[in-house]
């Protein structure tokens, strides 16, 4: 039904490749202003719709910084929450909001790290704001990189590796007939592209989008799991605990490939799912629907993701006879030093 609703769509892609033409153009030319900021402003962003890794990259990049005793904290917008403007999310002590009035990428990382949040649609004066809020060496901008009414000192580029290697597909197509916020010429304004190959093997760029990475600072990075935590108390249970047991999956994520990848992959049965569209908003409903599907299918436990588990912590009181857990991966980059070296040297610059 996707599929046909953007084929039916697709002549307006031109007129957004248009818009998104002239709106760069805008900003290069200095017609439209970023904003500078008086801390530095890290963003990491993406060219697609959903599923890069911005999430761990974000991770990755506000421990590189706190490692290196730099007071960071992260700026959001929000996707898909439940509230309007400017909300202060945690101070890196305390959560001021939930899940619903935050999101769930943003709580995921305030939780994870301790460090200072916020969410905010116009994110140049969200910055002030979470500056007043709180005091910080840099802000990191969570989905930044088509956000350019506030100035930043270095900008990351999330790339799924499996989507460079759909060429000549409608998914390298721009929106709404594809997958891409932006077309690959965009690439220019990175400083640092991370390709993400997840948990597949290395690929070769294709020949035909090598162009747009010359010269440029290219690392790639890939996923690593941590095994499962318990929802109600964080125990950590290795991979083993699960293998040859009747599990229910239940994940809303934008490509649900890797997850269900790396639980097939250790041994553990995928067969029972429930799978929800991506920054899925739980109800009642889909947890009575979890809770059948559950006992009618005789299962153990439920296995999910960590932004699922987020929210479905909401239903602590429903889903109390249930044991649930949530599949923790981290993303590791290669050759880490050099890395480091790139993100924290905009720190030692006036």
């Given at each position: 039904?996707l599929?046909?609703l953007?084929?039916?769509?697709?002549?307006l892609?031109?007129?957004?490749?248009?818009?998104?033409?002239?709106?760069?153009?805008?900003?290069?030319?200095g017609?439209f202003?970023?904003?500078?900021?008086?801390?530095?402003i890290?963003?990491i962003?993406?060219l697609?719709v959903?599923?890069?890794?911005?999430t761990p990259?974000?991770?990755?990049?506000?421990?590189?910084?706190?490692?290196?005793?730099i007071?960071?904290g992260?700026l959001?917008r929000?996707y898909?929450?439940?509230?309007?403007?400017?909300?202060?999310?945690?101070?890196?002590k305390?959560?001021?909001?939930?899940?619903?009035?935050?999101?769930d990428?943003?709580?995921?990382?305030?939780?994870?790290?301790k460090i200072?949040a916020?969410?905010?649609?116009?994110?140049?004066?969200?910055?002030l704001?979470?500056?007043?809020?709180?005091e910080?060496?840099?802000?990191?901008?969570?989905d930044?990189?088509?956000?350019?009414w506030?100035s930043r000192?270095?900008?990351i580029?999330?790339i799924?590796?499996?989507?460079?290697?759909?060429?000549?597909?409608?998914?390298?197509s721009?929106?709404?007939l594809?997958?891409m916020?932006?077309?690959?010429?965009?690439?220019?304004?990175?400083?640092?592209?991370i390709?993400?190959?997840k948990?597949?093997?290395?690929?070769?760029?294709?020949a035909?989008?090598?162009?747009?990475?010359?010269?440029k600072k290219?690392?790639?990075?890939?996923?690593?799991?941590?095994?499962?935590?318990?929802?109600?108390n964080?125990?950590?249970?290795?991979?083993q605990?699960?293998?040859g047991q009747?599990?229910?999956?239940v994940?809303?994520?934008?490509?649900?490939?890797?997850?269900l990848?790396i639980?097939?992959?250790?041994?553990?049965d995928?067969?029972?799912?429930l799978?929800?569209?991506?920054?899925?908003?739980?109800?009642?409903?889909?947890?009575?629907?979890?809770?059948?599907?559950?006992y009618?299918?005789?299962?153990y436990?439920?296995?999910?993701?960590?932004?699922?588990?987020?929210?479905?912590?909401n239903f602590a009181?429903?889903?109390?006879?249930?044991?649930?857990?949530?599949l923790?991966?981290?993303?590791?980059?290669?050759n880490?030093n050099?890395?480091?070296?790139e993100?924290?040297k905009?720190?030692?610059?006036?």
């Amino acid at each position: 039904m996707l599929d046909f609703l953007r084929i039916i769509l697709s002549p307006l892609t031109v007129f957004y490749w248009i818009a998104i033409k002239v709106r760069n153009l805008f900003f290069d030319k200095g017609i439209f202003q970023s904003k500078e900021m008086p801390v530095k402003i890290i963003s990491i962003g993406n060219l697609t719709v959903g599923g890069s890794g911005k999430t761990p990259a974000t991770d990755l990049v506000t421990g590189i910084l706190l490692e290196n005793n730099i007071r960071v904290g992260v700026l959001s917008r929000g996707y898909k929450r439940k509230s309007k403007g400017y909300r202060l999310v945690c101070d890196g002590k305390n959560i001021f909001t939930s899940v619903d009035e935050a999101g769930d990428e943003i709580m995921m990382i305030a939780r994870e790290k301790k460090i200072p949040a916020a969410v905010a649609e116009r994110r140049a004066d969200g910055a002030l704001k979470f500056l007043n809020d709180v005091e910080l060496d840099s802000i990191v901008l969570d989905d930044g990189f088509q956000h350019r009414w506030i100035s930043r000192n270095l900008d990351i580029l999330v790339i799924d590796q499996r989507f460079l290697q759909k060429v000549n597909k409608r998914e390298q197509s721009l929106l709404p007939l594809g997958d891409m916020r932006e077309p690959f010429s965009s690439i220019d304004r990175a400083d640092i592209i991370i390709i993400n190959r997840k948990f597949n093997k290395p690929e070769p760029l294709p020949a035909k989008l090598e162009k747009y990475f010359e010269g440029k600072k290219v690392f790639y990075a890939e996923y690593k799991p941590a095994g499962f935590y318990d929802v109600k108390n964080n125990r950590h249970f290795p991979f083993q605990e699960f293998e040859g047991q009747k599990s229910l999956v239940v994940c809303g994520i934008a490509r649900p490939y890797s997850f269900l990848s790396i639980l097939e992959n250790n041994n553990i049965d995928i067969g029972n799912k429930l799978l929800f569209k991506d920054h899925k908003h739980y109800t009642l409903k889909d947890v009575q629907t979890i809770r059948k599907k559950f006992y009618d299918t005789n299962s153990y436990s439920v296995l999910t993701t960590e932004k699922d588990a987020i929210k479905l912590t909401n239903f602590a009181i429903e889903l109390d006879d249930i044991d649930i857990y949530y599949l923790k991966i981290k993303m590791f980059v290669k050759n880490k030093n050099e890395f480091v070296k790139e993100v924290t040297k905009i720190f030692n610059q006036n």
